[in-house]
T-cell receptor, first 111, second 114 residues
Framework: GQNIDQPTEMTATEGAIVQINCTYQ??????LFWYQQHAGEAPTFLSY????GLEEKGRFSSFLSRSKGYSYLLLKELQMKDSASYLC????????????FGRGTSLIVHP | DTGVSQNPRHKITKRGQNVTFRCDPI?????LYWYRQTLGQGPEFLTYFQNEAQLEKSRLLSDRFSAERPKGSFSTLEIQRTEQGDSAMYLC????????????FGSGTQLSVL
């Protein structure tokens, strides 16, 4: 089966940096996504990694190590609007395009 | 690009009733997904279409759940004989069939079974 682990909740201060980790154990791998979901809203795409290394996009960066089954999402210069759930999703190899989601990490940013 | 549209936004029903939800994907997207999400959990995959073909349906939660995409455009998800445990947010997503295949989600249908 598939197992995707993320911390349930994290808190951070406005202006700080926070790292949200995701570990996965899956039968095959064909990419890892990070999505942001504000309360009561739909998930929206943040980043995608399929090769090892760091992908940077503005204040957000995502890292992948396939050998360790590990990814993290790094959020810099935190803003209050970054308070949301962050979902890690793994897509398996084998022709299926279906991402499997972790339970999400609820990030609370306080002043 | 008007985004993925889901109707209704909210549905309240009594246990035992049938409900149907509709999803209109982004027009040029040929892949369409249904997920279910409960409070504090990530989206749970239910089923997936490529054009009108339902390629994966083994993860539908029971035989009370069914989905269609008759002309490869909009899709419907039906739950028959609803149970209180079916209360959840039902999310639809579409993807273009090319590139990294990121999902574009609709705002969901919140189902409450009384």
């Amino acid at each position: 089966g598939q197992n995707i682990d993320q911390p349930t909740e994290m808190t951070a201060t406005e202006g700080a940096i926070v790292q949200i980790n995701c570990t996965y154990q899956t039968s095959g791998f064909n990419g890892l996504f990070w999505y942001q979901q504000h309360a009561g809203e739909a998930p929206t795409f943040l980043s995608y990694n399929v090769l090892d290394g760091l992908e940077e996009k503005g204040r957000f960066s995502s890292f992948l190590s396939r050998s360790k089954g590990y990814s993290y999402l790094l959020l810099k210069e935190l803003q209050m609007k970054d308070s949301a759930s962050y979902l890690c999703a793994v897509r398996l190899s084998g022709g299926s395009y279906i991402p499997t989601f972790g339970r999400g990490t609820s990030l609370i940013v306080h002043p | 690009d008007t985004g993925v549209s889901q109707n209704p936004r909210h549905k309240i029903t009594k246990r035992g009733q049938n409900v149907t939800f509709r999803c209109d994907p982004i027009s040029e997207h040929n892949r369409l997904y249904w997920y279910r999400q409960t409070l504090g959990q990530g989206p749970e995959f239910l089923t997936y279409f490529q054009n009108e073909a339902q390629l994966e349906k083994s993860r539908l939660l029971s035989d009370r759940f069914s989905a269609e995409r008759p002309k490869g455009s909009f899709s419907t998800l039906e739950i028959q004989r609803t149970e209180q445990g079916d209360s959840a947010m039902y999310l639809c997503a579409s993807s273009p069939g090319t590139g990294i295949e990121k999902l574009f989600f609709g705002s969901g249908t919140q189902l409450s079974v009384l």
